[in-house]
């Protein structure tokens, strides 16, 4: 093959390979678009579940969260939708949707303070914080399908840092009750369990006392101001909070570089400079305690 034959079979494949670079962009870019999520309160069967399905849908619980995530650019539909699991407390993602639970709102409510705690808690954030982290837990999981996001270590992990990070993003007043009422709820509820297991140990999800440390970690490293007190009043080792900034910033990153391409940035600011939270006074379900 002469010089010049070769030549014209490299301009070939490289005008080749162009082409269908610019194909596979246009495929993928062309669907992306905001609001994607749709919603939908199933309608339980038991009636013990009556009571959550009927305040929820009549406080728009689905309809805040589908306002609060439409800065999200996706390719295809995602739904989220509240209902009843067989009886399993749980949340999941799975097929382009996420579902959560009534069981598992029902026993959210068993670690619901009857009254503000002595740190300011008050009873509707222990509620509210592990509901909202729940849903961004599943969404990031939605993410990293959508988005072909690369993960290190451990999704479970990895997903608990999105949702963290994503509602960190939020006003303090709010980014505040949320962590507190979380780490409230995680700790509280590993306090009335028995201690963690091997099996336990090898789940893909961190104990509940680990997600409650890395959590009150995260918050800690993005703000030791807003934060301050979390380290010594749920007993965060200062070794361990001494790199939290750090973790914060790696988690930042990631974020930033793998999602922060798909939001809509405009849209984002005004999102999430709303009011999202109840007022604190509000009384949403009764305690079993």
Not at 20 to 36: E, G, L
Not at 214 to 241: K, Q, T, V
Request: net charge negative; hydrophobic share 40%.
């Amino acid at each position: 093959m002469t010089k010049s034959s070769l030549a014209l079979v490299v301009r070939g494949i490289i005008l080749l390979t162009a082409l269908a670079m610019t194909a596979c962009t246009a495929v993928k870019t062309n669907p992306v678009k905001t609001d994607q999520l749709r919603i939908s309160y199933l309608p339980p069967e038991n009636p013990a579940h009556k009571q959550v399905y009927e305040l929820l849908k009549e406080r728009q619980s689905l309809e805040k969260l589908k306002r609060f995530l439409s800065p999200f650019r996706l390719e295809w539909v995602l739904n989220i939708s509240l209902t009843e699991c067989g009886g399993e407390a749980d949340a999941m993602y799975a097929d382009d949707r996420i579902a959560i639970c009534y069981e598992y709102i029902e026993s959210l409510r068993q670690y619901m303070p009857s009254k503000t705690t002595p740190a300011g808690i008050e009873p509707v954030d222990t509620l509210v914080g592990p509901f909202v982290d729940t849903v961004l837990h599943e969404f990031a999981h939605a993410l990293f399908d959508y988005l072909d996001i690369p993960v290190l270590g451990r999704e479970e992990d990895a997903a608990d840092q999105v949702a963290a990070y994503i509602y960190l993003q939020l006003d303090k007043a709010q980014a505040r009750r949320l962590i507190m009422g979380t780490v409230y709820t995680y700790l509280a509820e590993a306090k009335d369990t028995a201690p963690p297991s091997m099996v336990d140990f090898a789940n893909e999800h961190s104990t509940l006392e680990q997600r409650a440390f890395n959590l009150i970690c995260m918050a800690y490293g993005a703000d030791s101001e807003l934060f301050g007190d979390l380290p010594a009043l749920w007993g965060l080792p200062r070794e361990r909070a001494d790199v939290c900034e750090e973790e914060y910033e790696l988690v930042q990153l990631a974020y930033q570089t793998l999602i922060g391409p798909h939001i809509d940035p405009e849209l984002a600011e005004n999102i999430f400079d709303q009011t999202w939270l109840p007022e604190k006074t509000s009384q949403i379900l009764k305690t079993r305690r």
